[in-house]
């Protein structure tokens, strides 16, 4: 059992950065599709896909910062928040109550020259 363990490890250890991070955003967009779903999206697959291009975008172009987190945690937390925003507004477009769920929850984090970036303009929520 260790030396699998231990064989696994040093398998992983080679893998390049950027090729481990394809592997993570595989499974972070699969995760964020299975909850969309569950949470009545229609358009689960193509929504979680966006939102897993634009949290890679986040943590590559935003400023490093200690509170800033793009992970499991903070998906999670966003596609409740998107559900509940759903429920309330069921005559809104789909992709417009995710755009304002990623909003709310993350804008307030981030520093003011992040915010800057991170701002979508010219959308109806």
Same mark, same amino acid.
């Given at each position: 059992?260790?030396?699998?363990?231990?064989?696994?490890?040093?398998?992983?250890?080679?893998?390049?950065?950027?090729?481990?991070?394809?592997?993570?955003?595989?499974?972070?967009?699969?995760?964020?599709?299975?909850?969309?779903?569950?949470?009545?999206?229609?358009?689960?697959?193509?929504?979680?896909?966006?939102?897993?291009?634009?949290?890679?975008?986040?943590?590559?172009?935003?400023?490093?910062?200690?509170?800033?987190?793009?992970?499991?945690?903070?998906?999670?937390?966003?596609? %409740?928040?998107?559900? =509940? !925003?759903?429920?309330? $507004?069921?005559? /809104?477009?789909?992709?417009? %109550?995710?755009?304002? =769920? !990623?909003?709310?929850? $993350?804008?307030? /984090?981030?520093?003011?020259?992040?915010?800057?970036?991170?701002?979508?303009?010219?959308?109806?929520?």
């Amino acid at each position: 059992m260790i030396c699998k363990i231990g064989c696994y490890l040093e398998t992983y250890m080679h893998f390049e950065p950027t090729l481990i991070m394809h592997f993570h955003l595989i499974h972070l967009g699969l995760i964020a599709e299975v909850i969309l779903y569950s949470e009545g999206f229609e358009d689960s697959k193509n929504l979680a896909q966006k939102m897993t291009q634009m949290y890679q975008l986040c943590s590559e172009q935003l400023s490093q910062q200690d509170h800033y987190d793009f992970g499991m945690r903070a998906v999670k937390s966003v596609l %409740v928040m998107a559900g =509940a !925003l759903k429920r309330q $507004n069921p005559d /809104k477009s789909e992709d417009v %109550v995710l755009i304002r =769920a !990623l909003r709310d929850s $993350n804008l307030p /984090k981030f520093l003011k020259d992040d915010a800057v970036l991170f701002k979508v303009n010219h959308i109806p929520c």
